[in-house]
Protein backbone atom coordinates (compact mmCIF):
# COMPACT_ATOMS: atom_id res chain seq x y z
CA UNK A 1 0.00 0.00 0.00
CA UNK A 2 0.91 3.43 -1.37
CA UNK A 3 2.08 5.53 1.80
CA UNK A 4 -0.50 8.53 1.99
CA UNK A 5 -0.91 11.63 4.04
CA UNK A 6 -4.02 12.07 6.70
CA UNK A 7 -5.18 15.04 7.78
CA UNK A 8 -7.59 16.90 10.04
CA UNK A 9 -9.12 20.38 9.86
CA UNK A 10 -8.49 22.78 13.07
CA UNK A 11 -11.30 25.69 14.11
CA UNK A 12 -13.25 27.35 11.79
CA UNK A 13 -10.83 27.37 8.58
CA UNK A 14 -9.31 24.88 6.18
CA UNK A 15 -5.99 24.80 8.02
CA UNK A 16 -4.95 21.15 7.09
CA UNK A 17 -1.78 19.73 9.62
CA UNK A 18 -0.12 17.05 7.85
CA UNK A 19 -0.29 13.94 9.76
CA UNK A 20 1.21 10.32 9.17
CA UNK A 21 -1.16 7.42 8.75
CA UNK A 22 -0.48 4.13 9.95
CA UNK A 23 -0.07 1.41 6.90
CA UNK A 24 -4.00 -0.54 7.58
CA UNK A 25 -6.76 1.56 6.47
CA UNK A 26 -8.70 -0.01 8.98
CA UNK A 27 -6.64 1.58 11.62
CA UNK A 28 -7.24 4.66 10.74
CA UNK A 29 -8.47 7.39 13.34
CA UNK A 30 -9.68 9.84 11.41
CA UNK A 31 -11.72 10.45 8.40
CA UNK A 32 -13.31 13.79 6.78
CA UNK A 33 -16.71 13.11 5.51
CA UNK A 34 -17.04 17.32 4.99
CA UNK A 35 -15.26 20.28 5.67
CA UNK A 36 -15.39 21.37 9.05
CA UNK A 37 -16.48 17.65 9.79
CA UNK A 38 -14.06 14.77 11.89
CA UNK A 39 -16.37 11.35 12.13
CA UNK A 40 -14.10 9.06 14.87
CA UNK A 41 -13.79 6.26 13.58
CA UNK A 42 -12.28 3.23 16.36
CA UNK A 43 -13.59 0.25 17.76
CA UNK A 44 -13.68 -0.65 21.30
CA UNK A 45 -11.58 -3.31 21.33
CA UNK A 46 -7.61 -2.83 22.16
CA UNK A 47 -5.24 -3.87 18.73
CA UNK A 48 -1.91 -4.08 18.52
CA UNK A 49 -1.27 -1.30 16.03
CA UNK A 50 2.00 -2.22 13.47
CA UNK A 51 2.62 0.51 11.79
CA UNK A 52 5.34 -0.25 8.71
CA UNK A 53 5.09 2.39 6.02
CA UNK A 54 5.74 0.62 2.32
CA UNK A 55 9.05 2.83 1.40
CA UNK A 56 10.29 1.56 5.00
CA UNK A 57 12.95 -0.96 4.91
CA UNK A 58 13.08 -3.60 7.72
CA UNK A 59 16.66 -5.01 9.07
CA UNK A 60 16.99 -7.77 11.35
CA UNK A 61 13.60 -6.28 13.35
CA UNK A 62 14.87 -2.83 12.99
CA UNK A 63 12.64 -0.14 10.57
CA UNK A 64 14.66 2.38 9.14
CA UNK A 65 14.02 4.92 5.83
CA UNK A 66 11.17 7.15 5.36
CA UNK A 67 7.71 7.22 7.72
CA UNK A 68 4.53 7.86 5.91
CA UNK A 69 4.34 11.26 3.72
CA UNK A 70 7.15 12.67 5.89
CA UNK A 71 10.80 12.13 5.70
CA UNK A 72 12.17 11.90 9.00
CA UNK A 73 15.95 12.32 9.62
CA UNK A 74 18.42 9.75 11.66
CA UNK A 75 18.67 11.92 15.23
CA UNK A 76 21.44 11.01 17.03
CA UNK A 77 20.13 13.17 20.17
CA UNK A 78 21.91 12.22 23.91
CA UNK A 79 17.92 13.14 24.89
CA UNK A 80 15.23 13.70 24.16
CA UNK A 81 15.99 10.90 21.69
CA UNK A 82 14.31 9.09 18.84
CA UNK A 83 11.74 6.94 19.87
CA UNK A 84 10.25 3.91 16.92
CA UNK A 85 8.60 4.85 14.53
CA UNK A 86 5.77 2.59 15.12
CA UNK A 87 5.33 3.69 18.48
CA UNK A 88 4.51 7.17 17.39
CA UNK A 89 2.33 5.97 14.79
CA UNK A 90 0.10 3.96 17.25
CA UNK A 91 0.54 7.22 19.43
CA UNK A 92 -0.98 9.10 16.36
CA UNK A 93 -3.75 7.15 16.10
CA UNK A 94 -4.86 6.79 19.85
CA UNK A 95 -4.13 11.10 19.97
CA UNK A 96 -7.70 12.12 19.28
CA UNK A 97 -10.03 9.15 20.72
CA UNK A 98 -7.83 6.54 22.75
CA UNK A 99 -9.72 3.54 22.01
CA UNK A 100 -13.09 4.35 22.21
CA UNK A 101 -13.29 6.28 25.26
CA UNK A 102 -14.03 9.68 23.21
CA UNK A 103 -11.04 11.37 25.07
CA UNK A 104 -7.47 11.74 24.29
CA UNK A 105 -4.63 10.32 26.93
CA UNK A 106 -3.81 14.12 28.07
CA UNK A 107 -7.22 14.50 28.85
CA UNK A 108 -8.34 11.79 31.14
CA UNK A 109 -8.26 11.64 34.38
CA UNK A 110 -5.54 10.07 36.33
CA UNK A 111 -7.92 8.40 38.44
CA UNK A 112 -10.32 7.00 35.87
CA UNK A 113 -10.15 3.41 35.00
CA UNK A 114 -8.88 4.38 31.40
CA UNK A 115 -5.48 5.60 32.77
CA UNK A 116 -5.41 2.85 35.33
CA UNK A 117 -5.77 0.74 32.58
CA UNK A 118 -2.66 2.14 30.92
CA UNK A 119 -0.22 2.65 33.64
CA UNK A 120 -1.05 -1.11 35.20
CA UNK A 121 -0.46 -2.37 31.68
CA UNK A 122 3.17 -0.58 31.59
CA UNK A 123 4.04 -1.42 34.62
CA UNK A 124 3.17 -5.35 33.77
CA UNK A 125 5.25 -4.91 31.06
CA UNK A 126 7.88 -3.35 32.18
CA UNK A 127 8.29 -6.08 35.15
CA UNK A 128 8.48 -8.68 32.49
CA UNK A 129 11.01 -7.12 30.42
CA UNK A 130 13.50 -6.90 32.81
CA UNK A 131 12.12 -9.65 35.30
CA UNK A 132 11.60 -7.02 38.40
CA UNK A 133 10.99 -9.34 41.36
CA UNK A 134 7.77 -8.52 43.01
CA UNK A 135 9.95 -7.78 46.32
CA UNK A 136 10.41 -4.03 44.74
CA UNK A 137 7.89 -1.69 44.01
CA UNK A 138 8.56 0.08 40.52
CA UNK A 139 7.24 4.01 40.61
CA UNK A 140 6.81 6.42 37.81
CA UNK A 141 7.94 9.78 38.97
CA UNK A 142 8.69 13.41 37.95
CA UNK A 143 11.89 15.22 37.86
CA UNK A 144 14.40 13.78 35.78
CA UNK A 145 17.38 11.93 37.47
CA UNK A 146 18.48 14.73 38.72
CA UNK A 147 15.77 15.10 40.90
CA UNK A 148 17.10 11.52 42.32
CA UNK A 149 19.92 12.78 43.29
CA UNK A 150 18.31 14.66 46.34
CA UNK A 151 15.43 11.96 46.78
CA UNK A 152 18.15 8.45 47.12
CA UNK A 153 19.61 10.04 50.31
CA UNK A 154 16.82 11.80 51.91
CA UNK A 155 15.00 8.20 51.51
CA UNK A 156 17.61 5.42 52.26
CA UNK A 157 20.23 7.22 55.09
CA UNK A 158 20.29 9.96 57.65
CA UNK A 159 22.01 12.91 57.28
CA UNK A 160 25.04 11.14 59.38
CA UNK A 161 25.25 8.36 57.25
CA UNK A 162 28.22 7.51 54.76
CA UNK A 163 27.66 7.00 51.10
CA UNK A 164 30.05 5.65 48.55
CA UNK A 165 30.15 6.93 45.13
CA UNK A 166 32.31 5.82 42.06
CA UNK A 167 32.26 8.36 39.63
CA UNK A 168 32.82 7.54 36.22
CA UNK A 169 31.88 11.12 34.33
CA UNK A 170 29.57 14.21 34.83
CA UNK A 171 26.40 12.62 35.84
CA UNK A 172 28.18 10.33 38.64
CA UNK A 173 30.14 13.60 39.78
CA UNK A 174 26.35 15.92 40.14
CA UNK A 175 24.92 13.12 42.19
CA UNK A 176 28.04 13.13 44.48
CA UNK A 177 27.05 17.26 44.55
CA UNK A 178 23.37 16.74 45.43
CA UNK A 179 24.15 14.07 47.88
CA UNK A 180 26.37 16.08 49.98
CA UNK A 181 23.71 18.31 51.30
CA UNK A 182 21.61 15.58 52.52
CA UNK A 183 24.54 12.84 54.21
CA UNK A 184 28.04 12.09 54.14
CA UNK A 185 29.40 11.40 50.89
CA UNK A 186 33.16 9.42 49.88
CA UNK A 187 34.33 9.49 46.49
CA UNK A 188 35.92 6.08 46.65
CA UNK A 189 37.61 6.41 42.99
CA UNK A 190 37.00 9.08 40.12
CA UNK A 191 37.85 9.42 36.51
CA UNK A 192 38.22 12.53 36.75
CA UNK A 193 41.66 12.73 36.37
CA UNK A 194 41.85 10.62 33.21
CA UNK A 195 38.69 12.90 31.65
CA UNK A 196 36.18 9.70 32.40
CA UNK A 197 37.83 7.10 29.99
CA UNK A 198 37.43 4.06 32.28
CA UNK A 199 35.86 2.12 34.71
CA UNK A 200 38.12 0.91 38.02
CA UNK A 201 39.03 -2.72 38.90
CA UNK A 202 36.14 -3.24 41.60
CA UNK A 203 39.42 -5.28 43.32
CA UNK A 204 41.01 -1.51 43.85
CA UNK A 205 37.48 -0.08 45.49
CA UNK A 206 38.25 0.90 49.15
CA UNK A 207 34.45 1.11 50.16
CA UNK A 208 33.64 2.67 53.57
CA UNK A 209 33.31 0.04 56.50
CA UNK A 210 29.63 1.29 57.17
CA UNK A 211 28.67 2.79 54.21
CA UNK A 212 24.79 3.06 53.80
CA UNK A 213 25.02 2.30 49.92
CA UNK A 214 27.36 2.49 47.06
CA UNK A 215 25.78 4.23 43.99
CA UNK A 216 27.04 4.31 40.41
CA UNK A 217 26.20 5.92 36.96
CA UNK A 218 25.24 2.68 34.64
CA UNK A 219 26.55 4.48 31.54
CA UNK A 220 27.60 7.95 31.23
CA UNK A 221 25.60 9.87 28.56
CA UNK A 222 28.08 12.78 28.37
CA UNK A 223 31.64 10.34 28.18
CA UNK A 224 30.24 7.67 27.09
CA UNK A 225 31.81 4.96 29.50
CA UNK A 226 29.74 2.00 30.48
CA UNK A 227 29.74 -0.50 33.41
CA UNK A 228 29.87 -3.72 31.62
CA UNK A 229 29.37 -5.58 35.01
CA UNK A 230 28.52 -4.36 38.07
CA UNK A 231 30.87 -3.85 41.75
CA UNK A 232 29.30 -5.86 44.91
CA UNK A 233 29.24 -3.39 47.75
CA UNK A 234 30.92 -4.98 50.79
CA UNK A 235 28.43 -3.05 52.78
CA UNK A 236 24.73 -1.89 51.95
CA UNK A 237 23.52 -2.46 48.93
CA UNK A 238 24.03 -0.97 45.16
CA UNK A 239 21.96 2.12 43.96
CA UNK A 240 22.47 2.77 40.17
CA UNK A 241 21.52 5.95 37.62
CA UNK A 242 20.76 3.85 34.47
CA UNK A 243 18.81 7.26 32.42
CA UNK A 244 20.64 6.38 29.35
CA UNK A 245 21.14 2.40 29.07
CA UNK A 246 17.56 1.81 30.78
CA UNK A 247 15.88 -1.42 29.14
CA UNK A 248 18.82 -1.44 26.37
CA UNK A 249 19.67 -5.40 28.01
CA UNK A 250 18.72 -7.59 30.30
CA UNK A 251 19.86 -6.56 34.20
CA UNK A 252 19.35 -8.62 36.85
CA UNK A 253 17.26 -6.29 39.04
CA UNK A 254 18.06 -8.33 42.41
CA UNK A 255 21.36 -7.22 42.59
CA UNK A 256 20.49 -3.58 43.31
CA UNK A 257 18.91 -1.94 46.13
CA UNK A 258 17.29 0.98 43.71
CA UNK A 259 17.83 1.46 39.70
CA UNK A 260 16.93 4.54 38.29
CA UNK A 261 16.37 6.69 35.39
CA UNK A 262 14.91 9.42 32.97
CA UNK A 263 12.72 7.63 30.31
CA UNK A 264 13.84 9.93 27.23
CA UNK A 265 16.53 8.00 26.32
CA UNK A 266 15.46 4.58 25.24
CA UNK A 267 11.72 4.63 26.88
CA UNK A 268 9.39 7.76 25.79
CA UNK A 269 9.80 10.56 26.00
CA UNK A 270 11.03 13.83 28.97
CA UNK A 271 8.80 14.20 31.89
CA UNK A 272 8.72 10.60 33.53
CA UNK A 273 11.38 9.09 35.69
CA UNK A 274 11.45 5.27 36.25
CA UNK A 275 12.51 4.25 40.13
CA UNK A 276 12.55 0.32 40.67
CA UNK A 277 13.00 0.02 44.72
CA UNK A 278 13.30 -2.72 47.11
CA UNK A 279 10.14 -2.99 49.06
CA UNK A 280 12.73 -2.84 52.87
CA UNK A 281 13.49 0.51 51.32
CA UNK A 282 10.97 2.19 51.22
CA UNK A 283 9.72 4.37 54.89
CA UNK A 284 12.85 5.22 56.66
CA UNK A 285 12.42 9.07 54.61
CA UNK A 286 14.46 11.83 56.75
CA UNK A 287 11.68 14.41 58.33
CA UNK A 288 13.06 16.79 56.32
CA UNK A 289 11.80 15.29 53.17
CA UNK A 290 9.32 17.20 50.86
CA UNK A 291 6.38 14.85 50.33
CA UNK A 292 7.20 14.47 46.67
CA UNK A 293 10.15 13.38 46.94
CA UNK A 294 9.00 10.19 49.62
CA UNK A 295 9.06 7.06 47.65
CA UNK A 296 6.31 5.84 50.60
CA UNK A 297 3.95 8.15 49.23
CA UNK A 298 4.25 7.78 45.45
CA UNK A 299 4.09 3.60 46.36
CA UNK A 300 1.30 3.62 48.58
CA UNK A 301 -0.74 5.51 45.96
CA UNK A 302 0.70 3.32 43.27
CA UNK A 303 2.40 6.33 41.57
CA UNK A 304 -0.99 8.62 41.85
CA UNK A 305 -0.34 11.03 44.71
CA UNK A 306 -0.54 13.76 42.13
CA UNK A 307 -1.41 13.70 38.69
CA UNK A 308 1.70 11.83 37.40
CA UNK A 309 3.06 12.38 33.54
CA UNK A 310 0.05 10.44 32.16
CA UNK A 311 0.99 10.75 27.97
CA UNK A 312 4.38 9.94 28.96
CA UNK A 313 3.56 7.18 30.84
CA UNK A 314 1.78 6.05 28.09
CA UNK A 315 4.31 5.91 25.93
CA UNK A 316 6.73 4.61 27.91
CA UNK A 317 4.04 1.76 27.72
CA UNK A 318 3.94 1.48 24.51
CA UNK A 319 7.48 1.16 23.76
CA UNK A 320 7.57 -1.45 26.44
CA UNK A 321 5.33 -3.28 24.15
CA UNK A 322 7.27 -2.35 21.10
CA UNK A 323 10.20 -4.34 22.97
CA UNK A 324 8.58 -7.40 24.29
CA UNK A 325 7.19 -7.52 20.47
CA UNK A 326 11.26 -7.72 19.09
CA UNK A 327 11.74 -10.37 21.73
CA UNK A 328 12.93 -9.16 24.81
CA UNK A 329 16.01 -7.51 26.12
CA UNK A 330 18.19 -10.15 24.97
CA UNK A 331 17.30 -9.47 21.39
CA UNK A 332 17.27 -6.06 21.96
CA UNK A 333 20.90 -5.76 22.94
CA UNK A 334 22.11 -8.04 20.47
CA UNK A 335 20.55 -5.13 17.76
CA UNK A 336 22.03 -2.48 19.93
CA UNK A 337 25.79 -4.31 19.91
CA UNK A 338 25.65 -4.77 16.15
CA UNK A 339 25.25 -1.09 15.44
CA UNK A 340 28.03 -0.75 18.03
CA UNK A 341 30.26 -2.46 17.03
CA UNK A 342 29.54 -1.17 12.87
CA UNK A 343 30.14 2.40 14.74
CA UNK A 344 33.55 1.47 16.76
CA UNK A 345 35.32 -0.20 14.11
CA UNK A 346 34.56 2.37 11.25
CA UNK A 347 36.32 4.48 13.78
CA UNK A 348 39.31 2.37 14.80
CA UNK A 349 39.55 1.81 10.98
CA UNK A 350 40.27 5.61 10.19
CA UNK A 351 43.27 5.54 10.84
CA UNK A 352 43.38 7.82 13.48
CA UNK A 353 41.26 10.28 11.31
CA UNK A 354 38.59 9.36 14.09
CA UNK A 355 39.01 8.63 17.37
CA UNK A 356 37.39 7.48 20.61
CA UNK A 357 39.30 8.40 23.94
CA UNK A 358 37.42 5.62 26.07
CA UNK A 359 39.26 2.69 26.51
CA UNK A 360 37.59 -0.35 24.49
CA UNK A 361 36.55 -2.62 26.95
CA UNK A 362 33.67 -0.39 28.49
CA UNK A 363 32.74 1.78 25.55
CA UNK A 364 29.28 2.32 25.47
CA UNK A 365 26.70 0.72 23.27
CA UNK A 366 24.44 3.73 23.74
CA UNK A 367 26.64 6.75 23.62
CA UNK A 368 29.85 6.73 21.10
CA UNK A 369 31.82 10.21 21.48
CA UNK A 370 34.60 10.70 18.78
CA UNK A 371 36.84 13.47 17.67
CA UNK A 372 38.64 14.25 14.43
CA UNK A 373 41.91 14.17 14.55
CA UNK A 374 41.87 17.77 12.69
CA UNK A 375 40.21 19.25 15.34
CA UNK A 376 39.24 22.36 12.62
CA UNK A 377 37.16 20.12 10.70
CA UNK A 378 34.41 18.94 12.95
CA UNK A 379 32.11 21.80 12.56
CA UNK A 380 32.06 20.71 8.63
CA UNK A 381 31.79 17.68 9.80
CA UNK A 382 28.63 18.56 12.00
CA UNK A 383 27.55 20.54 9.29
CA UNK A 384 27.74 18.05 6.26
CA UNK A 385 25.88 15.68 8.23
CA UNK A 386 23.20 17.89 8.70
CA UNK A 387 22.82 18.61 5.45
CA UNK A 388 22.80 14.13 4.91
CA UNK A 389 19.62 14.03 7.48
CA UNK A 390 21.75 12.86 10.39
CA UNK A 391 21.63 15.74 13.11
CA UNK A 392 22.08 16.13 16.76
CA UNK A 393 25.80 15.10 16.08
CA UNK A 394 27.50 17.35 17.79
CA UNK A 395 29.45 16.29 21.14
CA UNK A 396 28.17 17.72 24.84
CA UNK A 397 29.80 21.50 25.43
CA UNK A 398 31.92 19.80 27.67
CA UNK A 399 33.81 17.55 26.40
CA UNK A 400 33.13 19.01 22.13
CA UNK A 401 33.96 16.74 19.26
CA UNK A 402 31.23 14.38 18.23
CA UNK A 403 28.71 11.91 20.17
CA UNK A 404 26.33 9.52 18.31
CA UNK A 405 23.51 8.73 20.55
CA UNK A 406 22.24 5.07 19.49
CA UNK A 407 19.39 4.07 21.54
CA UNK A 408 17.15 1.30 21.00
CA UNK A 409 15.17 3.06 18.55
CA UNK A 410 17.94 4.26 16.16
CA UNK A 411 17.63 1.27 13.37
CA UNK A 412 20.99 -0.21 11.77
CA UNK A 413 20.17 2.03 8.84
CA UNK A 414 20.84 5.14 10.54
CA UNK A 415 24.40 3.65 11.88
CA UNK A 416 25.44 2.19 8.79
CA UNK A 417 24.59 5.93 7.04
CA UNK A 418 26.55 7.37 9.03
CA UNK A 419 29.58 5.16 8.91
CA UNK A 420 29.47 5.97 5.10
CA UNK A 421 29.41 9.38 5.64
CA UNK A 422 32.27 9.20 7.94
CA UNK A 423 34.31 7.20 5.26
CA UNK A 424 33.40 9.73 2.42
CA UNK A 425 34.51 12.60 5.11
CA UNK A 426 37.58 11.03 5.51
CA UNK A 427 37.81 10.57 1.79
CA UNK A 428 37.64 14.08 1.17
CA UNK A 429 39.54 15.28 3.84
CA UNK A 430 42.36 12.61 4.94
Keep these: MAATTNSFLVGSNNTQIPALKPKSSSQS ?7 NTVNFVSKTKPVAVRCVASTTQVQDGVRSGSVGSQERVFNFAAGPATLPENVLLKAQADLYNWRGSGMSVMEMSHRGKEFLSIIQKAESDLRQLLEIPQEYSVLFLQGGATTQFAALPLNLCKSDDTVDFVVTGSWGDKAVKEAKKYCKTNVIWSGKSEKYTKV ?31 PVPKNGFLVADMSSNFCSKPVDVSKFGVIYGGAQKNVG ?162
Excluded: W
Excluded at 29 to 35: C, D, I, M, Q
Design 29 to 35: FLHLSKP
Design 200 to 230: PSFEELEQTPDAKYLHICANETIHGVEFKDY
Design 269 to 430: PSGVTIVIIRKDLIGNAQDITPVMLDYKIHDENSSLYNTPPCFGIYMCGLVFEDLLEQGGLKEVEKKNQRKADLLYNAIEESNGFFRCPVEKSVRSLMNVPFTLEKSELEAEFIKEAAKEKMVQLKGHRSVGGMRASIYNAMPLAGVEKLVAFMKDFQAKHA
